[in-house]
């Protein structure tokens, strides 16, 4: 069991329980990003954009050769970047590639790319779902017209191969053998055959074991057997089940002769690229046979573990600088494989990390890499680990103090079940992403363990979560809304609304610069009475007595026991009365005391907000210079009459300050004198 360190903070092996408190403090959001993680952002983002930006001339002018395949490679890397559904560059392409028929497999899989690109991302902006054909498939599965199309493409690649073969070529194989073919082409074929069965469209299974032999069985081996530790990923449910098999350990050692493969299907030779579509292309074959045939089931796994071993051998191949030639595509394929195969590390070698710090070295200043729009979409496929069906990586479990403070340290919980803290936001993301039901209680461990002060901060999370299905995932996301929110509506539109106020909120308090008028709007407009609290909390934090008028309407307008405790305790505070509050659900005593208030409102509500400001202005007049004493005094003025009464307390108990007999008497118009 492996450990790992976040900052300067020690983490422990997973099993130890954290023992201390934190003491929290707002901070930007985007300061919780790793700095790392951060530029990869930032780099997929310009990626994106340089893609958006050439898609307008490539759907209005094909690309030749393989128009479907040029047009729809770019298409689904913007998607995968965080390009909108919606985006009219994205329509217009989608809409010109509905015109074309199938006739390359290069074109296929891309197209299909891009067709899963599009249905995952309409369910990550919560696309409302009305076809009834799409009960009993997971969110991110098409439907419709997406769900045709998928089908016909799929359809196409399954007739397109040579049957028995195990192989494709550009175009139909029209009999065994009869055409050239490569393990590019294949490669290609069988993601997009992936991508069918992860929505939901059947592919046969002979096909698999097709593709399975011909690898096994054209797979050239390095004589010398070698020692390769694999370490695996732990997805959050194996954690969570507490899974420790074999195969699903954090690492496993072997000792084989390294095997790849080349262009063709023939022994001899092995290239990076293509070792690595050949063992993406088995992890395909292994997930679509099944439990079936587990006799080609354990030759497959055994040919799996040679071709790690290539590739941990010969990594430097596979990472190198991109532009020109194959570098891009070749490192495009080994994130295949790390993702299709749960895969953190080949040996020493992280994969990931180095990979993408190669490509953020060599992103150019347009956003774009060297090579054009095919490398720059597989430089967009590897940072965002395009490749992957299901996130797999579990949270960093800590198990000791977050001792630093701050929103970073807010965002940790601690779960039962892993004995330990993890992001709550890392788990609402893996929930979103799965859809996994049996995983809901764990969201709903992370909302209430959660800092319930800054609760609201998983608001933008939930709301991803809440997408247009009626599954168990957007139920959880939309009760968890409600609780935290404190309203009862099922538009999904009103909790946006209730975290932009919330935000308003926060940057307001954690600035400085509160504005009793902007708090008015606020607690005028907003119906929760989460935030309405905290509006409270921020007027006497900040002393803003001249909201004491909006407190006696709040009582009146209110229907929520606690929180009119809250605004008859703040007014008794700020007044220095005694209004006893009624018993819960007694409509009449809450009548009775909203009545003695307005009352109060009346006579004395703007002498209060004199007095207490005149209590700030006397203690700033204290300690102020002598030269500054003037500018204090036209401020006590400006008070007005509803401020003597005050003044005249202020001056009985401060009988030689002529700083307050010259207030009282410029506000009288009568000379006082001392005295």
Request: aromatic share 8%; hydrophobic share 40%.
């Amino acid at each position: 069991m492996k450990n790992v360190t976040i900052g300067p903070r020690l983490v422990f092996p997973l099993g130890l329980i954290l023992l201390a408190g934190a003491v929290f403090t707002v901070r930007s959001p985007a300061e919780d990003v790793d700095p790392f993680q951060k530029r990869i952002n930032e780099a997929i983002a310009r990626g994106k954009d340089n893609l958006l930006g050439q898609l307008p001339g490539m759907t209005a002018k094909l690309p030749g050769g393989y128009p479907m395949g040029r047009l729809s490679l770019p298409l689904a890397a913007a998607l995968k970047g965080g390009a909108s559904t919606k985006d009219p560059v994205i329509v217009a392409a989608f809409a010109r590639l509905a015109k074309l028929q199938p006739a390359k497999t290069y074109g296929v899989s891309c197209y299909l790319f891009a067709l899963d690109a599009l249905a995952r991302q309409q369910a990550k902006e919560g696309v409302k779902r009305r076809s009834r054909t799409f009960v009993g498939r997971k969110p991110h599965q098409a439907k419709g017209d997406v769900r045709k199309r998928m089908s016909q493409m799929v359809e196409w690649l399954v007739g397109a191969r040579a049957e028995g073969m195990g192989y494709w070529n550009y175009g139909y194989c029209s009999a065994p053998g009869a055409q050239r073919h490569d393990f590019s082409n294949a490669q290609f074929a069988v993601l997009g055959l992936q991508i069918g069965i992860e929505h939901g469209i059947p592919v046969p299974r002979k096909v698999f074991e097709e593709i399975a032999k011909i690898l096994i069985s054209t797979q050239t081996l390095i004589e010398a057997p070698e020692k390769i530790n694999i370490s695996y990923g732990l997805r959050l449910e194996d954690l969570l089940q507490k899974r420790r098999t074999a195969v699903k350990s954090q690492s496993a050692s072997f000792t084989v002769k390294p095997g790849g493969w080349k262009y063709t299907a023939v022994k001899g030779g092995s290239t990076a690229s293509m070792t690595a579509a050949g063992a993406s292309s088995l992890l395909v074959a292994r997930n679509g046979l099944g439990r079936a045939n587990l006799g080609l089931r354990q030759s497959l796994d055994k040919a799996l573990v040679r071709s790690y071993a290539w590739i941990n051998k010969n990594f430097n191949s596979f990472i190198q600088a991109p532009g020109g030639g194959h570098g891009l595509y070749t490192m495009y394929s080994l994130e295949k494989v790390g993702d299709l195969g749960e895969i953190e590390k080949f040996g020493d070698h992280n994969w990931y990390v180095e990979g993408a710090t190669v490509l953020l070295d060599k992103q150019q200043g347009d956003g774009g890499w060297a090579g054009g729009y095919v490398n720059t979409s597989f430089a967009v496929f590897f940072l965002t680990r395009a490749t992957r069906l299901k996130p797999y990586s579990a949270p960093k479990i800590l198990t000791n103090s977050p001792g630093a403070g701050g929103s970073a340290d807010r965002d940790l919980v601690f779960i039962g079940r892993l004995n330990g803290f993890i992001s709550a936001k890392d788990i609402l993301r893996i929930l979103g992403d799965s859809r996994d039901s049996t995983m809901v209680s764990v969201g709903e461990e992370v909302v209430r363990n959660y800092n319930q002060n800054f609760v609201g901060e998983l608001a933008p999370v939930l709301l991803n979560l809440w997408t247009g299905s009626s599954d168990k995932v957007s139920r959880f996301a939309k009760t968890s809304l409600q609780t935290i929110t404190g309203l009862k509506s099922s538009d999904r539109s009103d909790y946006a609304d209730w975290y932009s106020s919330f935000e308003k909120i926060h940057a307001m308090s954690a600035g400085g610069g509160v504005n009793a008028s902007t708090l008015s709007g606020l607690l005028k407009s907003t119906k929760s009475p989460t935030l309405k609290g905290k509006i409270l909390d921020i007027a006497h934090r900040n002393k803003l007595y001249q909201l004491s008028g909006d407190l006696v309407t709040e009582l009146s307008d209110s229907k929520s026991h606690d929180y009119r405790l809250k605004v008859n305790g703040l007014l008794n505070l700020w007044s220095g009365r005694s209004v006893t509050p009624p018993a819960p659900r007694d409509a009449d005593g809450w009548n009775k005391v909203a009545d003695a208030w307005k009352t109060w409102a009346v006579s004395e509500s703007s002498s209060l907000v004199a007095g207490r400001q005149l209590d700030g202005l006397l203690t700033s007049l204290e300690k102020a210079p002598p030269e500054a004493a003037p500018g204090i005094i036209k401020k006590i003025v400006a008070l007005g009459d509803s401020a003597v009464p005050h003044l005249r307390r202020a001056v009985e108990k401060n009988e030689y300050s002529f700083h307050l007999i010259e207030a009282l008497e410029q506000l009288t118009g009568k000379e006082i004198g001392l005295r």
